[in-house]
């Protein structure tokens, strides 16, 4: 098994392509090991490298986000970790483990305009997002206000404010006269 890496816009996160599916659809962030214990086997093992503060399981990708320590010595044991957990055949989800849903807000008179947000975030945000080993996703609208979540490398990412400010706000605002002003939630 060849497992890729790729480095991502936060110098904390690097991205592991293990050449396979990995979560298939959505995508599911942990950020401590009490939470990677109840929902994966794989993310139990990667918690228990000295140093791994996160892991976001992708489609086809896993971001592991590292605290005090260097690439050089938590890389390999990463993609050892990753390695035995694929070969092993095991689940990468426990049966009992649920996803945490994340409540949206928006008036319903907003409807429509968050269905256009929602459309431009899924199909223009989103791939380029996952690309760099993270996730954007909706949360709300209020007066003007898109509050969107962010998870795996975007989630502290020093350029991660650049990126809703002049990518994401800029795009939206282009294509939807109602938004003013996009937020981090």
Request: one cysteine or more.
């Amino acid at each position: 098994m060849f497992i890729q890496t790729e480095t991502t816009p936060n110098p904390a996160t690097l991205k592991f392509l293990p050449g396979r599916d990995v979560l298939g659809e959505g995508t599911l962030e942990l950020r401590d090991a009490e939470a990677a214990a109840a929902q994966s086997p794989l993310a139990e093992r990667l918690f228990a490298i000295p140093g791994v503060a996160g892991v976001f399981f992708g489609g086809d990708f896993i971001s592991v986000t590292k605290a005090d320590a260097e690439w050089p010595h938590l890389k390999p044991a990463i993609l050892g970790a990753i390695m035995e957990h694929f070969m092993s055949g095991a689940p990468l989800l426990r049966e009992d483990a649920t996803a945490a849903s994340e409540d949206e807000f928006f008036d319903d008179r907003d409807s429509e305009t968050v269905e256009i947000i929602k459309e431009l975030i899924e199909t223009r945000v989103r791939p380029a997002v996952a690309g760099d080993g993270g996730d954007i996703t909706f949360r709300g609208f209020k007066d003007g206000v898109v509050f969107l979540s962010m998870k795996g490398a975007c989630s502290g990412c020093p350029s991660s404010t650049a990126t809703l400010r002049h990518g994401i706000e800029n795009l939206l605002r282009h294509y939807v006269p109602d938004v003013t002003e996009v937020r981090p939630v």
